[in-house]
């Protein structure tokens, strides 16, 4: 695969679709010096997913769903990365109120914004198509993490193969949020009905305060802790938020 191929393969699917081989020779004729400008450019595309090609409104409002459910398991999984890896962090922020508030708030408005299935045979069966292909690979990887960890094979095992289960727990972690995130996006509004503007925008608000609150949590708890990795976790989170803010112009 060529370097310009691995950079087209980075835009959402919406564009790849309509102007790949176009992006592709764009980037061949502008040569290397391009791609640091190219990769802004698809972290911008992903940030404001109402500027993806679209069929339909309901088709956008799906992808603006998409990208406001990623930004919020992105902050979901940073934070939670922080609380198992840091000890301190763990102690002074972990099952604290304010986190759980957090936490809670960001459940709920996940809850707002979920697309949901439409009331069909064929959507219901689509749905759990893509829920089995989705969580398979991540849930097999983590009953391995978790079966090891019960039968006490991670204290006993060498150092090479903890450090294989623990990325194996992780990754599975990861794979499963981001096949979360995807799942709306692929099904299509087809097969599943997108959250109304204002159902989405209130959805998003209260994503947002949950995030924050998230994110205060850790930071607040660096007064205490003040070390570089608990600040590295809480300023990650802190740096998620206004992406936001894209996805709020977008549900107009």
């Given amino acids: 695969m060529t370097p310009a191929r691995a950079l087209v393969r980075m835009y959402p699917a919406a564009f790849r679709e309509q102007w790949g081989p176009d992006l592709e020779a764009e980037i061949v004729m ?80 996940l809850v707002l914004i ?25 849930a097999s990887m983590g009953m391995v993490a978790v079966a090891a960890v019960h039968l006490g094979v991670d204290g006993q095992a060498p150092l090479l193969l903890r450090g294989i289960l623990l990325a194996g727990w992780w990754t599975a972690l990861a794979v499963g949020a981001l096949r979360t995130c995807r799942i709306p996006a692929e099904l299509g509004a087809r097969f599943v009905i997108p959250p109304r503007p204002g159902r989405l925008r209130l959805g998003t608000w209260v994503l947002i305060t949950g995030a924050g609150i998230e994110a205060a949590t850790l930071l607040g708890s660096t007064i205490t802790h003040p070390e570089l990795p608990a600040l590295g976790f809480s300023a990650a989170v802190l740096a998620v938020i206004p992406a936001f803010v894209p996805v709020l112009r977008a549900c107009r």
């Fill in 114 to 138: 979920a697309p949901l299935p439409r009331p069909s045979v064929a959507g219901l069966l689509a749905l759990a198509r893509a829920a089995a292909a989705a969580y398979t690979l991540p």
């Fill in 30 to 109: 502008a040569g290397w010096r391009s791609w640091p400008n190219t990769l802004l450019g698809i972290a911008d595309m992903w940030l404001h997913p109402a500027l993806w090609p679209a069929g339909s409104h309901a088709q956008r409002r799906l992808r603006i769903t998409t990208s406001a459910i990623s930004l919020t398991a992105l902050c979901w999984f940073v934070g939670h990365v922080g609380l198992e890896t840091d000890t301190g962090l763990s102690r002074a922020a972990g099952h604290s109120l304010p986190l759980s508030a957090g936490l809670i708030l960001m459940v709920a408005g």
